[in-house]
């Protein structure tokens, strides 16, 4: 599986219509209208994220590996 940043990972969400609620500390959280479900990214300057964080916040947003 690809590991990408946290930065990054809130760039995907944002192209797919999930909007940034708000900032707590380093944690982005987003939220969508359609979804009563919040994503808590961690951004913690262009560390990668751990590989079941990444596939867990993947199931939530419905994103698949090629959506990377």
């Given amino acids: 599986m690809k590991v990408i940043s946290g930065k990054r990972l809130c760039k995907i969400l944002e192209k797919k219509e999930w909007s940034l ?8 959280i987003y ?16 560390k990668d994220l751990n590989q079941g964080l990444l596939r867990s916040i993947m199931k ?5 590996e090629h959506d990377l």
């Fill in 21 to 28: 609620v708000r900032i707590q500390g380093s944690h982005y």
């Fill in 31 to 46: 939220g969508k209208l359609d979804n009563e479900k919040l994503i808590v990214v961690p951004v913690h300057g262009n």
């Fill in 60 to 64: 939530i947003a419905g994103l698949a």
